[in-house]
């Protein structure tokens, strides 16, 4: 190859190439700086994104507190290094055989108000305070196929209190759901469900 | 005038360099996270897993940091946890020892001699006087035995006393009594050799008693004897002549054979470890020219300087000689401990005699035997000084008072103190003092005084003076020089009037008066150069009760006895002589305290005739 037949086209764009290109973005450095990770999304998954280093991340309030907490529901008491009273009991109440249900139901759902009220009440993130409010909580009881195993699903409704004009915004722009109370700045209801499979 | 504010603001920032507890690491890792990653994460809370994170992170820290604190920790003695570094620290401090220690009595022989016929005056026969040897066993009925650590020469210096009577009524036989020092354990020997093919060239041998108090002698089959030395590059030893009626003169000697003793401090074994040099090269150490030092300066016409290490001086095999394809004797004694300490009257059996007729020309005649079957022994005090292995804890409390320490004189402390401490078969001083010469800056007079038998002071023999310059030697600084001189004793005496009141027993008050003079005034315990109160005996004399008053003038109640004053008693039996030194109360009485002349001691001899007191 001569020196004259050499082109820059495979090492890069020059700005005129990168303006045409994303004409149609023109707020697309506004858009980088807005987008701020909150924390790491569960479940793990390796990161992918701009913004993103190790792990993939949530953007949004809402959904990292969403994930904080599935985690605290699922991480069983003992299991975090320094502090053994993270997490629940679940795990150890489902599997046992001399509770009846209405028991089960009783005992879980003191379980989960103790774990949030010590945890996530409140959730404090950037310095700014946010509330999780427990609002109903639901068993339901199935069979596997084989009837060997029963699972437990346990539904929670909840809300977060505290969340700020801006992450109500983004929660309606970016994942375009349904806000309600907007002017109380307290999020629509969530849910999270968490299954138990157990031998009972 | 502007001032650059960014240069304030990077030096205002402390950074920590180690970081302590979690919280610390914790607040630090926020803190890095929120500066260096704001757009990455911002959910350090509790319940997240970017919380628990950072929990791990902080957790790692704060463990590197207490294994580091640890760490540290075991470098100081005092907060060090590992009974090993402990260990570590107690011979580094130069704690070598930790076996039990031996109790020791004064345990008094007595035996039975025959009168000599060949004296008018009543005395023992010469050719049956014993030495009873060191290394005499005596032991208790429980089993605690105890050894003989030095000779007892019947010869002098016993205590005479009347025994049998013969049919005509005349003394056949006297009892005669000495004392002896006897330190507590067993005696062990034990062989062993080190074969020709023995690689290891510091050989050691543990023995197989625990407690072990000393070594007594090492040989080996070429009879060559091996000491005991602090250190295998210290070739220097304290070697002894025996001299009979006086002290061991003791002299420093090459000690080509040397071994030092390892302890195990949680065990209490011992282990010899001997040195690793060849005998091939034992003439040259001893004999070579210190010429040849000089050689690699020869042909220069300049020096330079440079380092020596006196003990490379001689460039001899510094660490002794190898037992390597000998057979070694081992030759010890074990023992000790708290068990050791038993009351007076105890010991009472005669185990294992060690015993000589010096005077005798057959050791094996009817006289011997005699006196062989009536040696008794008993300690007429309790025997102390046993005490038991120490804890490592009790050994770390000791490190403070042995850092201490040093091997060297200096002050006056130190050499009081090496003087006192020396040990006692060089020899013992009763009191020493210290004093500038009155006559030169370069000298030091050293004063001392011993006790005879009968615990009066006598004067030291020359042999013991010996023995402190040779002792002193190795401790003393090379400029510096000390006079060994006697100290003058000012034998002193009582004569005191006292008006005693109506309704008491004059003779009582005045034994009392007495009685409360001698064990208050506790003459023993004067110093060289100490002066008396008279104020003291005047308050004592004073209070005692059925005294009114003091007649005598205070300066008259004290007298200096001397010479003139030497009498015997027909009625005891007892000849009272005093020092021939003299002391004029007057030139030396001030502001009612008597001194001792520029250096001095008192003492109050003989108490039953030297206080006087009289009614009126």
Known sequence: ?200 | MSININNKLQNSRKNKVVNKSFDDFRNELLVYAKSSFPDQIKDFSSSSLGGMLIDFAATIGESLSFYLEQQFDELDYEKSNITSNIISHLRKEGIKKNSSSPAISNVTFIIEVPVSSNSNIIEPKISSLPIIKKDTLVGTEGGVNFTLEEDINFNFNYKQTNGSFDSSGDISTLILTKKGICKSGNIATENINFPNSERNDFLTYKLNNEDVIEIIKVLDNQLNEYYEVDFLNQDTIYKKIHKEKEEDLFYVDYAAYRYVTEENFLTGSTTLRFGNGSEKNLVDDILINPEDIALPLEGKGYTSNFSLDPNNLLKSNTFGISPKGKNLQIKYKYGGGSDDNVSSGQINLLNKLNIVFPNSINNLDSDTDFVVNSIRVINEENATGGSDRLSIEELRQNIPSIKKMQNRVISYQDLLARLYSMPSNFGRINKAAVLNNEYTNLSKDLYIICKDNQGFYVNASNGLKKNIRSYLNEFRLIGDSYNIIDTPVYNIGFNISVKIAEGFEPITVINNVAFRIEDIMRFDSFQIGEAINLTDVFNVVVNTQGVVSIISELKDIITIKNEADNFYDEEEDEIYVYSSNILSVNEFLEDNLLYPGRVGIFELKYSEVDINVRNG
């Not at chain 1, 003191?110 to 700014?128: G, H, L, T």
């Not at chain 1, 029963?150 to 309606?172: A, F, H, N, R, V």
């Open chain 1, 1 to 200: 190859m001569s020196k004259t037949d050499f082109t820059f086209n495979n090492v890069g764009e020059n700005i005129d190439e990168f303006r045409s290109k994303n004409k149609n973005k023109s707020n697309i450095f506004l858009k980088r700086n807005k987008k701020k990770a909150i924390g790491i999304k569960l479940p793990l998954n390796k990161g992918s994104l701009e913004n993103e280093s190790l792990f993939k991340v949530n953007y949004s309030i809402v959904e990292q507190i969403r994930d904080n907490l599935k985690f605290l529901l699922s991480v069983r008491k003992g299991e975090k290094l320094r502090d053994l009273n993270f997490g629940t009991n679940l795990q150890y109440l489902f599997n046992q055989t001399s509770k009846n249900d209405e028991e089960l139901e009783e005992i879980a759902i003191e379980e989960i108000r103790s774990a949030v009220n010590s945890y996530m009440s409140p959730v404090v993130i950037d310095d700014k305070n946010y509330f999780v409010i427990l609002k109903t909580f639901n068993m339901e009881k199935k069979l596997t196929n084989l009837n060997e195993n029963t699972i437990y699903t346990l539904s929670i409704d909840y809300e977060i209190s505290g969340i700020s004009q801006t992450d109500l915004d983004i929660l309606k722009n970016n994942y375009r759901q349904s806000i309600n109370n907007i002017n109380n700045l307290v999020s629509d209801v969530k849910r999270i469900n968490v299954r138990f499979s157990t031998s009972r």
